[in-house]
T-cell receptor, first 115, second 114 residues
Framework: GDSVTQMEGPVTLSEEAFLTINCTYT??????LFWYVQYPGEGLQLLLKATKADDKGSNKGFEATYRKETTSFHLEKGSVQVSDSAVYFC??????????????FGEGTQLTVNP | KAGVTQTPRYLIKTRGQQVTLSCSPISGHRSVSWYQQTPGQGLQFLFE???????NKGNFPGRFSGRQFSNSRSEMNVSTLELGDSALYLC?????????????FGPGTRLTVL
């Protein structure tokens, strides 16, 4: 079945540092890939998405590129801020006609950014 | 446009009891999915409803059930609660079969089983 693997956490960085959170996936078809963010006490918010190979998703300074050859979707940001402290989830979804709206999530990576 | 709302936000129950959680999707969204979030298992898919029919189901015991009403609101029920059912239960809504399955999540219901 489908699965998503994220890098071990937690991750602690200083403000303005470069961020990478690794994500690799296993899927039988051609999934869409997502990064979600969860702030304390809240639900998940979609951060960015990519729907086919070589697509780059971007939002709020975060970027991730869909790499089919390495089955990866690593999240990057050039300069993190304290407000970026949250838990980040990588997720995939198979084509909706085969699996509906089901998302498969990675374990989540806790990011803490210190001033 | 209002987001996904979930009620109640917090619940405390004892083992053996049952519980019902409610979710109101974004207006116009007809698909509602439920997820369980725990520190040990992470985020796991429970089920999805569209047009009052369960379309997809995760790997959970039959104690977990749900339903959807004609106005797309959904409820999930857990019977005979166990300590391991303590979790954050998240509801997400979407346009079923919409491109790329973009899901919009509610804030969750925190269930504690004592």
């Amino acid at each position: 079945g489908d699965s998503v693997t994220q890098m071990e956490g937690p991750v602690t960085l200083s403000e303005e540092a470069f961020l990478t959170i690794n994500c690799t996936y296993t899927a039988t078809g051609y999934p869409s890939l997502f990064w979600y963010v969860q702030y304390p006490g809240e639900g998940l918010q979609l951060l960015l998405k990519a729907t086919k190979a070589d697509d780059k998703g971007s939002n709020k300074g975060f970027e991730a590129t869909y790499r089919k050859e390495t089955t990866s979707f690593h999240l990057e940001k050039g300069s993190v801020q304290v407000s970026d402290s949250a838990v980040y989830f990588c997720a995939l979804s198979d084509p909706p006609r085969t699996s509906g709206s089901r998302l498969t999530f990675g374990e989540g990576t806790q990011l803490t950014v210190n001033p | 446009k209002a987001g996904v709302t979930q009620t109640p936000r917090y619940l405390i129950k004892t083992r053996g009891q049952q519980v019902t959680l409610s979710c109101s999707p974004i207006s116009g969204h007809r698909s509602v999915s439920w997820y369980q979030q725990t520190p040990g298992q992470g985020l796991q898919f429970l089920f999805e409803y569209f047009s009052e029919t369960q379309r997809n189901k995760g790997n959970f015991p039959g104690r977990f059930s749900g339903r959807q009403f004609s106005n797309s609101r959904s409820e999930m029920n857990v019977s005979t609660l166990e300590l391991g059912d303590s979790a954050l239960y998240l509801c997400a809504s979407s346009l079923f079969l919409a491109p790329y399955n973009e899901q919009f999540f509610g804030p969750g219901t925190r269930l504690t089983v004592l």
